[in-house]
């Protein structure tokens, strides 16, 4: 037995290199199981989809076997390839994380988030509401995982004002230490700085001693518990609430670049997918689903309350309450009066929202109509206002300086700077996105999606507004355990085609398998927001799987209420589109009759 706890941990520690170098053989029976060219595609995607799944490789390393693979098998010329990683759509993307890096430069993000926390109140069901709210307007924006990072310290913060030192030190140590445990075992982020501070000073859970009589021990054993779910509601909405977040935007999340550029890829002629058509369809989604979940996580812990209190505990809560408001108030003095640069940064973040929405928002002409079609793009538009960014001053600029000879000759220095730029622009998602690209390239081309939609007959019976539900809940598992940018490159081709054969528009099928990849809220391991959260040692497994089951329910059937109602005019979702006619030439169509039931169903 001994020698094979051995073995067995030798074999876990070398698992990577040994799925490096097993997983290429175990797939090799593929080549030879479907026609050649289309057979060496699928080869090289299941081969990226089990090193992307494992991590065998890091991500945006096996985002680059594309390049070497499709040239080496005689799928794409590397001219072909090579192009996909900087398609435009990478640089919309570019762009958003540019102007991200800016407002974190200057510290906006901050000064918004308390400004909603001093606005929506300090009860504990408001403040979960306000921490929800700021988290997913940032990561409509920012990175969800820098959302996060930057919520989770104010959080503590606000937590320890409500809850007294004394009182924060004793309970939650034994779940800390679960927790953390569990989180060394799975290989998770590491927590900021700052966040590993707050977390150090506020191990406790069970917080009741100042406020809870001692004659009551079994109210002060209520009240015990009420403050530790309320600590654990505050912490777990925050990650929630950033991948709901960034769903309302194409720039907030890879998922819905990779949707935009895959268009671009399998149906050229498709124009109905922007910035602004897709924030009409995604915010009132992003809103619906914040207040579900804001009720299900104010009611799960204790935010909510319909029963009557004693009058000396609601005092000492009010209390705790005008402390928590004190320490907000704080935060924000402390970041002083605004500064130019920040004034400067928030009126170009306007111009980079309203130019986006405003370029061709389809329900009425934008301003790229000005320009010859096809000439503006989304990318165009951010580049050109993140380019502002590396030039306008950070300080005002003063017009008696060019008089006063006495004055220093110092540089001003602009409002973000390329060293900065560089440092805050996570470019592997970059290459990631190229890879998503580059392989739904090689699927059209090789003939792969089109052999993929032959072996699809079996689902030519599914209604399609059940296809909707069960394409999101096979999603929205799947990315519980990978990547949800790995999760939708391997998705999408297969959902175009599904749709083809179906002869329904694609994007009923591939915007809820896009949305429903960010629906990860069950594990900790899930999304690095998650993860995040959950090192901060005040929640258990148990806790985010209880949570994020609803959650991942909640978020299917309101997507599927969403594609089945205004995304049905925003998309033209009732009609197979033309340009999605002219793809599916090469695939087998359905007979007249079973395509007229298919469009009464929708």
């Not at 935010?303 to 004693?310: N, P, Q, V």
């Not at 973040?349 to 079609?373: E, H, M, T, Y």
Request: proline share 7%; net charge neutral.
């Amino acid at each position: 037995m001994a020698a094979l706890a051995a073995l067995a941990k030798k074999v876990w520690s070398a698992r990577r290199m040994l799925v490096l170098l097993l997983a290429p053989l175990a797939l090799l029976p593929v080549v030879f199981a479907l026609p050649p060219k289309e057979g060496r595609c699928l080869f090289v995607i299941l081969l990226m989809a089990v090193y992307w799944c494992t991590e065998a490789l890091p991500l945006s390393v096996t985002a680059l076997l594309p390049i070497v693979l499709f040239p080496f098998l005689g799928i794409l010329p590397s001219s072909k390839v090579c192009p996909q990683y900087f398609l435009d759509t990478n640089f919309l993307f570019l762009s958003g994380l540019i102007m991200a890096g800016a407002i974190e430069e200057w510290n906006l993000h901050r000064r918004i988030a308390l400004k909603v926390l001093m606005l929506v109140g300090v009860q504990p069901a408001r403040l979960i509401l306000g921490m929800m709210l700021t988290t997913s307007f940032l990561s409509m924006w920012l990175s969800n995982t820098a959302s996060t990072a930057m919520m989770l310290p104010i959080a503590n913060a606000i937590l320890k004002s409500l809850f007294s030192p004394k009182e924060t030190q004793k309970d939650l140590s034994r779940e800390s230490e679960e927790s953390t445990a569990t989180a060394q075992r799975s290989g998770l982020h590491a927590v900021p700085t700052e966040m590993q501070f707050l977390a150090s000073t506020e191990q406790g859970g069970h917080l009741e001693e100042a406020e809870a009589p001692l004659d009551l021990p079994a109210d002060s054993q209520k009240e015990e518990e009420r403050r530790r779910n309320i600590w654990k509601g505050f912490l777990i909405s925050i990650p929630y609430s950033a991948s709901i977040g960034g769903t309302a935007t194409l720039t907030g999340t890879a998922p819905n670049l990779i949707l935009l550029g895959q268009l671009k890829s399998f149906f050229p002629q498709c124009d109905v997918v922007n910035f602004g058509s897709w924030f009409i369809f995604a915010l009132p989604l992003m809103l619906l689903f914040l207040l579900a979940g804001w009720l299900w996580i104010s009611f799960l812990y204790g935010g909510i309350s319909f029963r009557c209190r004693r009058k000396k505990k609601s005092s000492l809560r009010a209390d705790a309450e005008h402390q928590a408001r004190a320490v907000i108030q704080e935060e924000f003095q402390n970041l002083g009066p605004i500064k130019f640069a920040e004034q400067a940064v928030f009126i170009l973040f306007c111009a980079f929202a309203v130019l986006l929405f405003s370029r061709d928002p389809k329900f009425i002409p934008g301003w790229a109509s000005l320009f010859p079609p096809g000439f503006v793009s989304d990318a165009v538009t951010g580049v050109a206002i993140v380019i502002i960014l590396f030039f306008f001053p950070s300080q005002r600029p003063s017009f008696k300086w060019w008089f006063d000879f006495k004055a220093p000759n110092t540089q001003t220095e602009p409002l973000l700077t390329w060293k900065k730029a560089q440092e805050t622009v996570p470019w592997n998602i970059i290459l990631l996105l190229g890879g998503g690209f580059a392989m739904a390239k090689g699927c059209e081309e090789s003939g792969l999606s089109a052999w993929i939609g032959g072996q699809l007959h079996p689902l030519e019976h599914v209604p399609p507004v059940l296809a909707v539900m069960l394409i999101t809940v096979v999603i929205a598992f799947f990315t519980e355990f990978a990547s949800n940018t790995a999760t939708i490159i391997i998705f999408l081709p297969v959902l175009a085609e599904l749709a083809i054969r179906l002869r329904v528009h694609p994007l009923y099928l591939m915007i809820p398998g896009t949305v429903g990849c960010s629906y990860a809220f069950m594990l900790p391991v899930s999304t690095p927001p998650n993860s995040i959260a959950f090192a901060s040692g005040h929640l258990l497994v148990k806790d985010m799987v209880r949570t994020g089951f609803l959650m991942n329910v909640m978020g299917v059937l309101l997507l599927s209420l969403a594609m089945n109602t205004w995304a049905q005019s925003i998309f033209q979702l009732g009609t197979f589109p033309d340009w999605a006619d002219i793809h599916s030439t090469n695939a087998t169509e359905l007979p007249p009759t079973l395509a007229n039931d298919t469009f009464r169903t929708l």
